[in-house]
């Protein structure tokens, strides 16, 4: 069975620092990764995700998440924060293959202080 | 095409009403799945279709819980003699088929059981 880890509940950054969201994976084999943002009374969509290739992927809004096989992390990263960064982050991840049902982390709330 | 769509956005029923959810997926998405998400939760997987086949469904998903997608094209979820701990969001999201897709998701559905 595949669980995601997001440890912390709450990050609370400043403007124009850097943001960095952990997300640690558990599979027997490496799966493919997302980061999903849901902003408030919104859905979720999708930031960026790894399925196979260059391991440092690149998505909307300026963030970056890097895989990491040996640490089976996929941390997303932003050098700037913005206030309209603030929401909701989750994590999650699909078995490769044809099976495309997300298993979701607990997510974190971001808040960007002035 | 407008996205996921779903209905209501709110739904407030008396403990052992039934009540019943519609989601319109994107048209030419030929999977569809639904997830439900409690406060300080990510969303957690309840069941998928594949056209109008379901192909998996979760031990959460108990028997008072019932998914149709007649024609391939929009699903209802059903719950039967509501109970307090039904009280969710529950999530609509729709792919192309294949591993990996990205999956866009509906705002949801709030169910209170009162």
């Known amino acids: 069975a595949q669980s995601v880890t997001q440890l912390g509940s709450h990050v609370s950054v400043s403007e124009g620092a850097l943001v960095l969201l952990r997300c640690n994976y558990s599979s027997s084999v490496p799966p493919y990764l997302f980061w999903y943002v849901q902003y408030p009374n919104q859905g979720l969509q999708l930031l960026l995700k790894y399925t196979t290739g260059a391991t440092l992927v690149k998505g909307i809004n300026g963030f970056e998440a890097e895989f990491k096989k040996s640490e089976t992390s996929f941390h997303l990263t932003k050098p700037s924060a913005h206030m309209s960064d603030a929401a909701e982050y989750f994590c999650a991840v699909t078995p490769t293959g044809a099976n495309s049902k997300l298993t979701f982390g607990k997510g974190i709330t971001l808040s960007v202080r002035p | 095409d407008t996205g996921v769509s779903q209905d209501p956005r709110h739904k407030i029923t008396k403990r052992g009403q039934n009540v019943t959810f519609r989601c319109d997926p994107i048209s030419e998405h030929n999977r569809l799945y639904w997830y439900r998400q409690t406060l300080g939760q990510g969303p957690e997987f309840l069941t998928y279709?594949?056209?109008?086949?379901?192909?998996?469904k979760s031990r959460l998903l108990s028997d008072r819980f019932s998914a149709e997608r007649p024609k391939g094209s929009f699903s209802t979820l059903e719950i039967q003699r509501t109970e307090q701990g039904d009280s969710a969001m529950y999530l609509c999201?729709?792919?192309?088929?294949?591993?990996?897709?990205?999956?866009?998701f509906g705002q949801g559905t709030r169910l209170t059981v009162v």
């Open positions: 279709f594949q056209n109008e086949a379901q192909l998996e």
């Open positions: 999201a729709s792919s192309l088929e294949g591993g990996g897709a990205e999956a866009f």
